[in-house]
Structure formats: structure tokens, C-alpha cells
């Protein structure tokens, strides 16, 4: 596992071009439901939102409505159940949130919400785990409005983010900690209209997204765009191999993307998976039939075991939407199909949590047809050798916090690029636990030190 701090996430998998003959089906998966929305005034309801889990396995979400003006909330749930709303909407400082809440270096929360603030065009908000709400900033339309994507952050200590509307068709933006705005770029229909996902950072330092429409043939772009603001398009979906990407780009080995379309024509109309090399060379590797799932949408989790788990939002045996695992080479298997009472329509990506389990949530259905929060258990097995979390102790330290194994060695190794990587053991950075569990790594004084990759040389 590598991370670029401060807390970027990077699987290995492996990938080829191989195409499956048709979808299998998983047996004995069991879904449970931790939590069923009310509405308003005293709950939320129709999350749209993935989900966060914190050291603790605490779940942080948002959602779109309810609350005590109907207008969403941000709320965390225990891992047995019990929800707390953080905070409640009112629209000068926000409405209807979108996207999910992302941590920060300094420990709290940061998102996004569709609408309200000072100009009803949405805003970027910082929230602390205890529920101490500040607005970061306002969008007015002509630096863009409706961000519906969750905040990426850099490793500059700034969040990237992309609005889907504004005085053009869609920005991507930079906002540092304090609310310091710049605007990298503003769409058009020829390099992409409607940026809906988050982006994803690639291995050489840049970030890359999609569009929801527009390019040659109006049905979406795969871009690339550094820090600094340097754009580049790299693919253009035609309609035949898919149209109107709705989650975020996954990364995989090879420095390839995994993404998925919502829809399409032809043999793509209920929308397809895909790989692309760094380069742009587009190859469609799946495309969704009806049976086990339709029309794609969220973002795709990596799981530990190297396949990629997604979710339909119609489709399946009762077309209320399904949960599916796919490999890199495109072999599809249907985990799960939704029936109304345990939700319906999962709009929003899933995490794979510490014990190996699915985590997301749904936007309708579940016992008040408000949308619930559902656990998907497909290993009876923890996720060791994993790193939980990363923060700054003393202004100095970077501390590790990893879920580790008994009888294994973890080492620290640190490299200042991918391209190539060159990886060296940090002096003094391991552990050898004679327990399974969570344990800490701790680098003295590198938060000065240059940013980079870090990961876990384990032994045996």
C-alpha cells in the first residue's frame, strides 16, 4: 500500500485485456442495514454521499434532505448503529450536500454542499468531529456553483475540487485550509461540459477526472490537469463504449484507470466498465446487461483482494439497483440486489472498512423510504497489514496509525517520486507486534521534509 501524504491511497492490482463471457453470482452474501433514515425534522434522508471511516471504525456521511430544514445534514454512526447528526443545514452556510466529507491534516472534516451559501451556488466547508461548522467559502457562479464532487486533498495541504456549473460549464478549483480560492480551469463543450466526479491523483503528481457530457460526441471527457493548472483531455467516450461518467477514476497498477459510465447506446446503454492507460487508450471491459445491475454510478472501491466494487443504481432482479465486483481484466460478479425494505437506488460509492466489509449507503428504501446506511459482509477476515490513518503530532511527526498482524515486522519506506520510485527504509520506523491490532509508526520531523510515497515493506 502506498500513500502520497498526507493521506492518499494507492493499490496494486493487475491488469490485462481479457473479457468475461457473462456475469456470475455470489452466494451467502449478507447485507445488513446499521441504520434507516427518518427525514425531517430530527434525521436525515436521501444520502447521496459515500461514506468516511474513521481510526475508531466510526462512519461520517452527509445527505441530500432532512434535518431540521429538510435541507440535509452531516452525521456520524457507530459501527453498532447509532447515529449522530453533526450538523444541520440552514442554506446561508450551505445546503444539500452532495458529496462526502474528507479529512484534513488538522483533523477535521471537509466538504462540499450543491447549494446555498452566500450566493444559493454552493459552498466548501470545514467541520470538526465534534460538529463545530465554519464555511469556507461561497461560489458565486463566475469562479463556478452546484460542486457536487468531493474534495481531493494535495499534498500541498490545499483541497482540488470541480464545480459542475458556473459562468462556463464546470471549474476545477483549489482551496487551501484558511478559504484561500484559485480557479484552475473552466470547461467547454469541446474538452468536456459538467465535471460531476472527484478527481484522483495519479502517480506522477497530476489529477484526473471526467465529464459528464461533452467532446466529440457531447457523451463525456477523461482529462488531466496538474497542480498548477496544465489541462490536458485524454479520452472522449463516443456513446457506443459509454456515456456520462458518474464516479471518480480508480487507480490501479501500471499507473491504469478504472471507471465506470452510467449509459451508453448499442450494447452500452446501461452503461459500462472501463480501463485507461496513462496515455488515454480507452477499453471497454464490461458492459452491464440489466440482470446484474444497470447504470452505474459512484465510485469504485478497491478492494483489498485487488478487484474493484461498485454499484448500480437500477438493475437486478427487482431493478432498485445492486452491488458488484469486477476484476481488472473485466469478470463480473453480482454480490447483492436490492429490494426496497434493505434500500433501493445506492447513488454513492462504497469503502471496504477495517474488517474487510462493505460500507455505503442507499438514497431511497429501508423502513421509512428515506435511504439507509448498509454493511455488506463478504469476508469473515479483518484488512491487516493496512494503514488506518496518517496525522501531525507536535507540528513535526507524521504518526502511522496501522492495523497489523502478529509475528510480521513492518518497516517504513519512503520514495519522493513514482516515476521512477526509489524506495528506502526511514531509519528507526518499524514495529514487530506479538498482537493483531492497531499499533503506531512515528517519523520524527518529517512534515518538513519533502512530500512523497510511503509505504510498508512487511516480513515474513
Known sequence: MLFRRPKKHFEAVIAAVLFAAGP???????LTNLYNFGGAPNDGKNSRAALFQDANSNLYGTTYAGGSNNIGVVFRVTPAGILTNLH???????????????????????????LGGTNAAGVVYVISPQG?????????????????????PGTNGWFYGTTQAGASNGNIFAVSPAGSFSNLWSFSITNGLYPFTSLTLGTNGNFYG???????????????????????????????????????????????????????????????????????????LW??????????GGNLTVGSDGNFYGITVFGGASNLGAIYRITPQGALTSLYQFSGSDGQQPVAGMIQGFDGNLYGTTEFGGAHNAGTIFELIISSNAVTNQIRSIRIAS????????????????????????????????PSVS???NYSGLFNLTNFGAVSNRMGFYRLLITP
Open 395 to 426: 507540528n513535526t511527526n507524521l504518526v502511522f496509525t496501522v492495523f497489523g498482524a502478529a509475528g510480521k515486522t513492518y518497516q517504513l519506506e519512503f520514495t519522493p517520486s513514482l516515476a521512477p520510485p526509489n524506495w528506502t527504509n526511514i
Open 132 to 152: 463545530a461548522f465554519t464555511n469556507l467559502w461561497s461560489f458565486n457562479g463566475s469562479n463556478g456553483n452546484n460542486p457536487a464532487a468531493a474534495l481531493l
Open 431 to 433: 514495529a514487530a507486534p
Open 24 to 30: 456470475l453470482t455470489a452466494r451467502g452474501q449478507t
Open 210 to 284: 471526467t465529464t459528464l457530457e461533452g467532446g466529440i460526441s457531447n457523451a463525456g471527457t477523461i482529462f488531466m490537469i496538474s497542480p498548477q493548472g496544465s489541462f490536458s483531455n485524454l479520452a472522449q467516450f463516443t456513446a457506443t463504449n459509454g456515456a456520462g461518467p458518474l464516479g471518480r477514476l480508480a487507480l490501479g497498477s501500471g499507473g491504469n484507470f478504472y471507471g465506470t459510465t452510467y449509459a451508453g447506446t448499442g450494447a452500452s446503454t446501461n452503461g459500462s466498465f472501463f480501463r485507461m492507460t496513462p496515455q488515454g487508450a480507452l477499453t471497454n
Open 287 to 296: 458492459q452491464f446487461g440489466g440482470p446484474e445491475g444497470a447504470h452505474p
Open 88 to 114: 444541520h443545514f440552514a442554506g446561508p452556510e450551505g445546503s444539500h450536500p452532495v458529496a462526502e466529507v474528507v479529512p484534513g491534516n488538522d483533523g477535521n472534516f471537509y466538504g462540499t454542499t450543491y
